[in-house]
């Protein structure tokens, strides 16, 4: 067991520069030991994350927060409500309180719980010396409910009386590019008509809609209802919380992607003061793991209320109670083309189930309404959606969030209407393939998408896998057990596109803030980074050396967390844009940095020193004319003990004037990245058994400044739109038992094989921008920003779900898809 | 770690469970001293409750954190060790029933350095999170043991066991073959070492016996695979035992 403090080793161990040879190895790395030689080439050696923290992760030494632990703490217990909806009307902690062992009970109003909102929110908690005995503790806890008629219907959420004072409805979205529409106006929420037509249309889905959209004759329209179930709660045994007292504060080792935002909640949770909570982000990058906010708060609870270091490991067995069987989210889509397969009209319409906390399902309700109609042309789009509240549980983070239920849905439809008109689905999307500057559906015209093309006709050159499979049965659908059949395999090959929206107009201001200092010590020029990103062991703290290295051409950079919690602001940044932001900081920086270092030799070449760049070992005038040595200005610049300091920030903003030293997309103007990805899946029909063998990825990854690092990235998102759209769970069986033993996730033998394709890089550096232009690519966003696991698993899911539709014969709307289930829609 | 005021007189003499319970309200706490042998030593256990699995004896009890917990219900292979050289959940044994098992967890083979397994994992499959990657090590090291060159469906079955949702079953594959090419190489020097050793001795050895080509043709009469790349089921088996 290791002592937490509050710089882990691995940090250190993370600072070891990628070329050895370039550089005296920091004497102080503690993960040195565990670092092997390796024998042979890494393929992954590009990616960032070197060789020291591989190791110690396979070794099983790298520091999560489960491995801490101190001698004397405590281990903490929850229980959760039974019902979705109740009173709690009194409450015995006593018999808990009595047993030996037992340090701190707390129960119902002891929490500010008197009310149950949701089936599985927490109403006890327990610390005891042992695991066994806080659980006990917990079962002798009586607690008397009232229960109350749940709301757990989303459907049923717009008539019934109000469950909450803000009422059942938490957001709307309108938008419309019809012809007379000028500029996409949000409506005024709850329109009692439109939102009789949603409901008609949800439930009667598929069926053929008598008062459709006016439409000429000799087209066709496909009318179809998605249900997506709510996305899984993974287990989140690694996401332990180990809290330590800490003087006046508690100090949280957890994993945690944004420190600040988490920072702020907890305090929030707990009713005190920020500066009482230390946050420290033990490592994790899992990407569908969602981290338990109740268990900080527990945590951070018992180790306050006991004054002893407080475990709290989320056990999945009984943790959650038996999950709503209802669809997270529904969509009802009615695609209108022409006989020729091009599309006319396209009207979406959605809700989403928000659970208690609906708030946070707005950002994936805005999401999928700017995004609906997936990367094609469409003359008239209408789109609108709700997220209402029901007692279900708040709704997890939406893998691949709104773009993956835009991908999935825009994608199927494209197919069935290829399927009613007699083409192919690849004829239909390529004829109606979106251009640059065709208009989204929240009228903002698209940057760029000349890059579509190219990724198409990439995926289509791309290999196939050899049909049939085997002769080893584990290549068989159902692989070992129930195996398929070889008479009645058929292979579905399905291709999606998917775009993601990288500066939604939404978008509060997000910041992020750094710093780099540049000297010297006996080894040469080293440079120092601070900077409040949290390296989870992806290589993220790798990126922001490679662009120091970049701008300042030192080999030695060391990143290192900021000294005090606050010294470095940054705001919450949502999922994929911390890099971006986090790394343009540095940038920044790191050119004030450069800019003092070089003030001598701008001055001797009578240049500004803004002007002059590193290249390769020289320092270099913007225009290549004059040029210096880099050793030698270095060695001058840095003379005795001289420290160049500078201070650099980045600002994104979705909307409003533009500021310098902010980025904000032009008016009406919208940033989106592509992708298209084409699965393959064999299935046996009669067995109901499937199987996906591959998926072929083409991306355009911006700029791909450390290249291991976006095939991980691309590989993860495959992986987990693979549990995405497979995994079943059965309602039924899940109340019985834990989570993971029901969920059925596929299994190394049905995972697919991802070929990643060269990534299309349509912004190679700042200065190459004019002739990317002239290429027809994108004027490229600072650094050359995609955040290309989000789109990686929304094209995924939409392409599996596609080449399952086409291997089954059948068009299932429910994801995950079923395929033993009979019947077209199912 | 002690629970004072809580455990009972547990009998001392180890590797047989014993229980003395403290009847304590609703509770009823019984624990027990054995021994575990993990990674060849054995490992003294007093006062344990007898309740508890044996991954919970070995991270918390005796701190052999590189067995991790990731499910705690036996689905996500995290905590495979290796018992008596069979891969097991240990989130799924009682840590009584453990006893005089030979027990290995990863920390065996990361010591003086990484084996060829942690080395090819580290190489292959270090941009993921990494926390199934030591319970995936044991599995590789006992899937390698009794089949030195596997084909990928047969490495894909093996790790059928382990959630990875960070990185693609190749990745694993890659790290696999790598490792099996790495120990036939180790195996072959060695080999090597011995005969340039004693000549003399190495002509009084009897050859190595081979498998019959009539028993292999009679039981995988199947046709074979179609690509160098493509599995094939008979491999594992021609294979097996050579590492034994």
Redesign the interface.
Known sequence: ??TPTSLPGFLIGEQLPERSEDAAQPVESELAE?G?????P???AG?G?G?V??????????P?A??L?V??MLWAAMTRSPHPHATIVGCDTE?AK????VHAVLAGPDLGVNQVDYLGQCVAIAAA?????AQ?AL??ITIDYQPQEPLTDPRQAFNAAPIHADGNVAAHRFFSTAHDATAAQPRKPSPSARRAEALQGLTGANAQAADGPEVPPRSVSVIHGYEFARPAD??A??G?VFAVPHGDGVEIHTLSVDPGRDRRALAAALGRPEAEIRLVPA??????IADDADLRVAAALLAARTGRPVKA?D???GHWPAGTAEPAARVHAIHVADQDGTLREVRLELVIDGGAEPAAAEALLDEYCRLAAGPYRVPKVEVQGWVVRTHNPPLAPWPGGGAALAAVVAEAQMDAVAAELGMTGLEVRVKNLMRTGDKLPDGRKVVAADMLPELVTAVLDASVP?FPPG?????FPG??GRTGEMTRLRRGVGVALAMVDLVPPGLAEELATAQVALTSDVHGPIAHVSTAMVD????QHALLRRIVREVLGVQRVLVRRPTAPGALPATPLASGRAAWLHGMAVQRAARAVRSQALAAVGAELAISPELLEVRGDRVVSYDGMLSRPLDAVYRAALRGAAVYLADGEFRVRGSGPAEPGVFVPEPGQAHVAFAVHRAVVDADTELGLIRPVRVTAAHDAGRALVP??I??AI??G???AA?AVFADEAPAARAE??A??CAQ?P????????DVLPPIQSSIGELETTALRRRGFSAPLPLGYQPVGRIAHAAAAAALACAARDALGAHRTAIPIRPWETGRDR | ?S????SGPGPEDSGTPGSAGVQ????A?ATAGFELTVNGVAQPVSDA?I??NLL?VL??RL?F????????????G?CTVLMDGQPTAACLVPAVAAAGREIE???L??VP??DA???A???????????C??GI?MELRALLARNAKP?A??I??A??????????????I?ATD?AAT?LAREQARVQAQAEALTQAELDARAQPMRESPVLKSANYG??????AS????TGEHEQSGVRA
């Open positions: 067991m290791t565990y092997p030689n390796l024998s042979e890494s393929p992954a990616d994350v060789k923290v591989p190791t110690a992760k396979a070794n099983g030494r790298y999560y489960a491995d632990g001698p004397g018999a009595a047993l030996p062992g010396e042992h695991p066994a005995i006990a079962n002798a993974w287990p045994g690694p332990t490592p994790f990058t899992g990407g569908s490991v056990g999945s067995v050899p002769p080893d049965v584990r290549e692989t070992v989870t062991g992806a290589g291991g690092r095939e991980a590989a993860a495959v992986m987990s549990s038992a834990g993971l033993a996730l299994s190394a033998l049905d995972l697919p094989e991802v | 770690m629970e004072p005021g809580l304590s309200g609703a509770v706490w409750w309740g508890e919970f991270r918390e701190g954190t590189a067995v991790k917990d990731g499910c705690g219900e036996g689905e996500c995290a967890t990863p920390e083979h990361a350095q990484p397994v942690a080395c994992l580290a190489a292959h499959a270090g941009a993921g999170c990494g926390f990657l030591p090590g084909s469906a047969a894909r079955e790790l059928s066991g382990h959630r990875c949702r960070c990185l693609p079953p190749e990745r694993f890659a790598q790495a199947r046709v074979p695979a179609q690509g493509r599995s094939h089921p």
